[in-house]
Nanobody, 114 residues
Framework: VQLQASGGGLVQAGESLRLSCAAS????????MAWYRQAPGKQREFVAL???????HYADSVKGRFTISRDNAKITVYLQMNSLKPEDTAAYYC?????????WGQGTLVTVSS
């Protein structure tokens, strides 16, 4: 399983970005797909999760601003990020759980200027 994340960039506070994470390989079904982020000098933290059944879970810091969704046909997960804040600046990583294994994509950098 390989994950390719994209969509990061430099934006101003209040603007929006949409991240994408395309999965390829032997994926018949997944348990969940998720986004994490890691700011400079900090530990990686959970951002959002989407289960196979369609349930979503968000970190308190992004609730109401970020939305996780998927395209089943493309096996792609998205993270729509609105009302971005400087504290959202981080490398964003996608993760997918397939069977009993977890796979990580490479990070995509999001920088939010004030």
């Amino acid at each position: 399983v390989q994950l390719q994340a994209s969509g990061g960039g430099l934006v101003q506070a209040g603007e929006s970005l949409r991240l994408s994470c395309a999965a390829s390989g032997s994926i018949n079904s997944f348990n969940y797909m998720a986004w994490y982020r890691q700011a400079p000098g900090k530990q990686r933290e959970f951002v959002a999760l989407l289960t196979r059944g369609g349930s979503t879970h968000y970190a308190d810091s992004v609730k109401g601003r970020f939305t996780i969704s998927r395209d089943n046909a493309k096996i792609t997960v998205y993270l729509q990020m609105n009302s971005l804040k400087p504290e959202d600046t981080a490398a964003y990583y996608c993760k997918v759980s397939v069977a009993s294994r977890e796979y990580w994509g490479q990070g995509t950098l999001v920088t939010v200027s004030s």
